[in-house]
C-alpha cells in the first residue's frame, strides 16, 4: 500500500521554501495589505508589496509535490485519504478559530454569516458564492481543484503522457485569453474549475519534478518548462517573471543536490508549520494589529508582535490539530486496509 504524503520520499528544502513562501504572504497582509485596508498610523519601515508572489511560490511547489505524490501511489483512494488527512481538519478548525476571532474582536468587512462559515467547511466557498472566512483562502479551492483534475489524469492513465496532457492544458489557458481578447465571452466557471489563469506554475512544478526524477525526455520536460514560463508572463500582465524564474532555479538545484542555506533551522520550522500559518494569520493579524494599535504600540514593534503571535498559534495547531489528525486518519485507513476493506 502507499499513502501519500508521508510515503512519497520528501525532498530536502521543499518545507524551507514552503516558510519563505508563507512569510512572504504574511508580510505582505501585515505591512501592504493591512495598510491598504485599514491604515497603519504611520508608515512601517519594512513594506512588502511583493509578498503576495509567495502563492506563485506554493503553486509551483504543490505541482512538484502532487505529481510525485501521484507518480508513487498505485491506488487513487490513498491519495485521497491523505489529502483529506493534510487539509480537511486543520482547516475547520483554523476556520473555526478565524471565524471566532473576527466575531469577537470585530474586523469591518471581513464578518460572515453562519450560514457562510457552514459553505467555507467544504473548502469551496467561492463556487458556493459565499464569503470566504478568511481572504487567503481563494488558493485553497484552485489547490483542490488541481488535485481533483490530477487524480482523474492519475485514474485515466494519462499522467503517462504529462508532457501532451501539459501541453494541451497550456493551449487552453492560450485559447482563453486570445478568445477573452477577441471579445469573446469565456465562462468563468471553466477556466476556475480548470485552473487555467495557474496552470503555467503548476505545469513548472510539475516539469521540474519530471527533470529530477529523469521522468521522460530531459530535452522536453526543460522545453515545457520554459513554456510554462513563457506561457503565464505573456497571457497575465500581472505575472511576475522574478518569482517563476527563481522557484524553478531554486527547486531544480534543490532537487539535485542539497542547499545548506535551505537547512536553515528557522526556516524548516516554518515551512512544518506553514499550512496553518497560512490558514490563520490575516484577519487574527489584522484583528491583533487593531488592538496593538489602539494601545499606541509602533508599527514596526506591532507587526513584529503580531507576526510572533501568528507563528505561536500556527505551532500550537500544527501539534495538536495537523499532526495528531494526519496520524489518527491515515493510521485507521491503514488498518482498514489491513483488514481487506480495500477502497479502490
Known amino acids: 500500500m502507499a499513502i501519500t504524503g508521508n510515503s512519497a520520499r520528501r ?13 512572504s504572504v504574511v508580510l505582505f497582509h501585515y505591512t501592504t495589505r493591512f495598510g491598504q485596508t485599514f491604515g497603519h498610523p504611520s508608515a512601517p519601515t519594512l513594506s512588502f508589496d511583493s509578498g503576495f508572489r509567495g502563492v506563485d511560490l506554493f503553486f509551483m511547489i504543490s505541482g512538484f509535490v502532487i505529481f510525485m505524490t501521484l507518480d508513487q501511489t ?32 470585530g474586523l469591518p468587512g471581513k464578518e460572515v454569516s453562519p450560514l457562510e462559515l457552514l459553505a467555507n467547511f467544504t473548502m469551496l466557498p467561492q463556487l458556493l458564492h459565499a464569503k470566504p472566512v478568511d481572504g487567503t483562502y ?13 487524480l482523474g489524469l492519475f485514474r485515466l492513465g494519462w499522467l ?64 515545457l518548462l520554459g513554456l510554462c514560463i513563457v506561457v503565464g508572463v505573456t497571457t497575465d500582465p500581472d505575472a511576475s517573471l522574478f518569482v517563476p524564474l527563481t522557484g524553478a532555479a531554486v527547486m531544480l538545484a ?11 533551522p528557522l526556516l524548516v520550522f516554518l515551512g512544518n508549520i ?69 477502497g479502490g
Not at 11 to 23: C, F, N, Q, S, V
Not at 140 to 148: G, K, M, P, R, V
Request: charged share 15%; net charge positive; hydrophobic share 55%.
Open 274 to 342: 506553514s499550512y496553518p500559518l497560512y490558514l490563520l494569520h490575516e484577519n487574527i493579524g489584522f484583528v491583533v494589529l487593531r488592538f496593538l494599535y489602539r494601545h499606541a504600540v509602533p508599527p514596526d514593534a506591532a507587526i513584529v508582535l503580531t507576526i510572533a503571535v501568528a507563528i505561536g498559534l500556527a505551532a500550537i495547531v500544527t501539534h495538536t490539530v495537523e499532526r495528531p489528525a494526519m496520524k489518527f486518519i491515515r493510521n485507521r485507513w491503514r488498518a482498514r486496509r489491513a483488514d481487506g476493506h480495500d
Open 74 to 105: 498505485s491506488r487513487a483512494s490513498d491519495f485521497v485519504v491523505s489529502r483529506f488527512s493534510r487539509l480537511y481538519p486543520t482547516f475547520w478548525v483554523c476556520v473555526l478559530i478565524t471565524f471566532a476571532a473576527v466575531a469577537i474582536a
Open 160 to 223: 503517462r503522457r504529462v508532457h501532451a496532457v501539459l501541453i494541451a492544458w497550456l493551449g487552453l489557458r492560450v485559447l482563453s485569453v486570445a478568445a477573452e481578447a477577441s471579445g469573446m465571452h469565456v465562462s468563468y466557471l471553466l477556466t476556475h474549475v480548470l485552473i487555467l489563469p495557474h496552470i503555467s506554475l503548476f505545469g513548472a512544478g510539475m516539469m521540474i519534478y519530471c527533470l529530477h526524477a529523469r521522468r521522460g525526455n530531459w530535452w522536453q520536460s526543460a522545453g
Open 138 to 150: 481563494w488558493t485553497l479551492e484552485i489547490e483542490l481543484f488541481f488535485y481533483t483534475i490530477m
Open 254 to 264: 534543490m532537487s539535485r543536490r542539497d542547499l545548506p542555506w535551505l537547512a536553515n
Open 11 to 23: 525532498i530536502a528544502g521543499l518545507d524551507a521554501l514552503r516558510g519563505i513562501a508563507a512569510m
